[in-house]
Nanobody, 124 residues
Framework: VQLQASGGGLVQPGGSLRLSCAAS????????MGWYRQAPGKQRELVTS???????THAESVKGRFTISRDSAKNAVYLQMNSLKPEDTAVYYC???????????????????WGQGTQVTVSS
C-alpha cells in the first residue's frame, strides 16, 4: 500500500493551492484520511482529517480557509487551501488509516500510512 501526494508549490500570501493524495495497492478499506504538516523546527501537526462517514476535524488555524474532501472511488483525499498565509509554509503529508487485503485476511487490523510529503511555501 502506498500514498502518493502532489500539488505543493510556491504561492503568494492570499493565494490558493490544492493538494491531492491517492492510495494504491492491495486495499480492502480506508477509514480516516487526513493531512498533516511540519514546519522547520516544529513538530508535525494535524491540519484536517475526514472519516469514511464524512466527519471532519480541522485545526483552529485553518478553519474557514482549508477544505478537505475525499473520493472513495479513487481512494483519494484532497486539500483545498485558500487565503494562504506565510505561517502555512510547511511540508504537507497525507495520512490514511488503511485495512490492506492481507491485514483483512489475517485479521491484523488497519494501520496508518504516510505519503512522501509535498512542500508548500507561502511567500511574496
Amino acid at each position: 500500500v502506498q500514498l502518493q501526494a502532489s500539488g505543493g508549490g510556491l504561492v503568494q500570501p492570499g493565494g490558493s493551492l490544492r493538494l491531492s493524495c491517492a492510495a494504491s495497492g492491495s486495499i480492502f478499506s480506508i477509514n480516516a484520511m487526513g493531512w498533516y504538516r511540519q514546519a522547520p523546527g516544529k513538530q508535525r501537526e494535524l491540519v484536517t482529517s475526514i472519516t469514511s462517514g464524512g466527519s471532519i476535524t480541522h485545526a483552529e488555524s485553518v478553519k474557514g480557509r482549508f477544505t478537505i474532501s475525499r473520493d472513495s472511488a479513487k481512494n483519494a483525499v484532497y486539500l483545498q487551501m485558500n487565503s494562504l498565509k506565510p505561517e502555512d509554509t510547511a511540508v504537507y503529508y497525507c495520512n490514511a488509516d488503511i485495512m490492506s487485503v492481507g491485514a483483512k485476511y489475517y485479521n491484523t487490523g488497519s494501520r496508518g500510512y504516510w505519503g512522501q510529503g509535498t512542500q508548500v511555501t507561502v511567500s511574496s
